[in-house]
């Protein structure tokens, strides 16, 4: 092996760069930790070499066939596995700056972004960066994740943008198809030959998430939807006070946050509810008062959540009632304390997927300007000796699982037009290993004319946590690709025929046809049936 001073003698610093590169590699493979081995090989210059090199390399090395492929040694060199600890890769993208059917006077407005959006923020960034193709923005972040070491066979697609419902059909088929192009790896004529190319796929996509408003929640649209492949909404609720909703000129009230979580429950999509406390007109009790109808309002009962405190910037039109003295945000001490006392109360059903926007620091006005709200509630629990039930706070992300001590719990709740059942595989200390929603519909809804429900269970979700794995790829210990999910499907599927219905609806995103099909489904307009 070369010297290090003939690598630099041949002053080609990049291959210096590989050469340094692989003797870590090798270090780490003789049982050296990682950053002992990347200290143990400074670059001259100054600084070490960061692990997007070093997992190029070792995808270098592994695919000309000098070592063979580990996957617990690719594991070990990985940057953020938090990313993928949830059992998807999760790609975001953003559709273009488009004028929004709300008012609202807590959005910033920046002609560079779609409304709610700042050009700092780091999805942002990157959008405005690919002047919001979406082809482009799908294909590099995919690149990107696969670059530090993540697997991006299971793609969930986050389109963001603020109200997606009220940009135009023909560019919403457009910017899906070429997301669907991206995922693909070849340019589709419409929307459905991608769709239906994703199945063969080597990146397919196993969820598509887009957020609206509750106010443009219809019958149509929801099975516009359904057509689109959407599997997952973000539904702007911010507050279930209407007083609350008027004074920030939200545009709809509860009503229609209550009848649209309904149609879409009816359709089987999961349901991710944004709420906003320090809102004008709120106050710390009223914020606590406003949680509780989440979770007792048999219209509402989120799948997820995203707690969103409202941040004071000089763009919105907040910022004039401030300025007045109308408008005192909380202090981080405030937000934690409230955070805390209500975050206890969220059902083991529900996941709080974020607390607090990412929105830099530098933009807010007054309040609070920590984007690290969730470790200092957790932190603020633990000092009360409390703890949070949520999905979030129980998967087991990268712990080892013995699947044969997993236990099989059933949680029922009752919704306006359904009942609920929540099945979860957890371990004896009460991780969260696996789950899935099922929908019994307690009637037909039928304004929304979906032929494929008819006399139908309805399979919302089926999720299996831990580290995503490639497909085919097995881990000891993960709870991935240990037959849980078929596990719950049985599940649902007996219970199903115990309560009489027909057949077991899916409402699958279009990656995942192919493993309901080999449970024994088939495509019916826009969901995997089976007969019971």
Not at 244 to 261: C, D, F, K, M, S
Not at 286 to 315: A, G, M, V
Not at 358 to 385: A, C, F, W, Y
């Amino acid at each position: 092996m070369p010297t290090r001073e003939v690598w630099l003698k041949a002053r080609d610093y990049k291959t210096f760069q590989l050469q340094l590169a692989r003797e870590i590699l090798e270090d780490v493979r003789e049982g050296v930790k990682l950053d002992q081995a990347t200290r143990a090989h400074p670059q001259p210059e100054g600084g070490f070499i960061g692990k997007p090199l070093l997992v190029h390399v070792y995808r270098q090395l592994t695919n000309n066939g000098v070592w063979t492929f580990d996957p617990t040694f690719l594991r070990k060199i990985r940057m953020k596995p938090s990313r993928t600890l949830s059992g998807v890769t999760t790609v975001t993208v953003l559709t273009k700056p488009y004028p929004c059917p709300g008012k609202c006077i807590f959005c910033p407005t920046d002609a560079r972004m779609p409304k709610s959006y700042l050009p700092d923020e780091p999805g942002a960034m990157r959008a405005l960066h690919h002047d919001f193709d979406p082809f482009l923005q799908t294909s590099a972040r995919i690149e990107a994740l696969y670059a530090i070491g993540h697997p991006t066979e299971k793609i969930e697609l986050l389109v963001l943008g603020g109200t997606w419902s009220s940009y135009k059909k023909d560019y919403q088929e457009w910017f899906l198809k070429r997301c669907f192009d991206a995922m693909n790896g070849f340019e589709a004529r419409t929307l459905q030959e991608a769709q239906g190319k994703n199945g063969d796929a080597r990146h397919k996509n196993v969820g598509l998430v887009i957020e609206t408003r509750p106010d443009w929640v219809t019958p149509d649209e929801v099975r516009r939807l359904r057509m689109l492949g959407v599997t997952k909404i973000q539904l702007g609720v911010q507050s279930l006070n209407d007083a609350i909703l008027e004074q920030n000129n939200r545009g709809h009230l509860v009503a229609e946050t209550r009848h649209a979580t309904a149609l879409l429950r009816a359709a089987g999509f999961k349901i991710v509810m944004h709420w906003m406390p320090n809102l004008l007109g709120a106050t710390l009790e009223s914020d606590r008062e406003d949680f509780k109808h989440l979770w007792t309002d048999p219209h509402l009962l989120p799948d997820e959540i995203k707690i969103y405190p409202c941040q004071l910037l000089s763009n919105a039109e907040l910022y004039d009632y401030w300025k007045r003295g109308e408008y005192i945000p909380y202090t981080t001490e405030e937000l934690i304390d409230l955070i805390a006392d209500i975050k206890i109360h969220i059902p083991r059903y529900c996941r709080v997927n974020r607390i607090v926007r990412d929105i830099p620091s530098t933009n807010v006005v007054e309040g609070n300007k920590r984007t690290s709200l969730r470790q200092d509630i957790q932190h603020e629990l633990s000092r009360r000796g409390l703890h949070c039930e949520c999905i979030r706070c129980r998967e087991v992300r990268g712990r080892s699982i013995d699947p044969g001590k997993l236990e099989l719990h059933e949680h029922v709740y009752t919704s306006a037009r359904s009942t609920e059942h929540f099945l979860a595989f957890d371990t004896p200390e009460d991780y969260l290993a696996g789950y899935l929603r099922l929908s019994l519909p307690n009637g037909n809804t039928p304004e929304l004319k979906l032929v494929d429900l008819d006399d139908a269970a309805l399979i919302r979700e089926v999720h299996v946590y831990g580290q995503s794995l490639s497909i085919g790829e097995e881990q000891m210990g993960a709870a991935q690709h240990q037959g849980l999910g078929s596990r719950l499907m049985e599940r649902a599927e007996k219970i199903g025929r115990r309560k009489n219905y027909s057949r077991m609806a899916v409402i699958a995103a279009v990656g995942t046809r192919g493993y309901y099909a080999r449970l024994g489904y088939a495509l019916g307009e826009n969901y995997m049936l089976k007969r019971l």
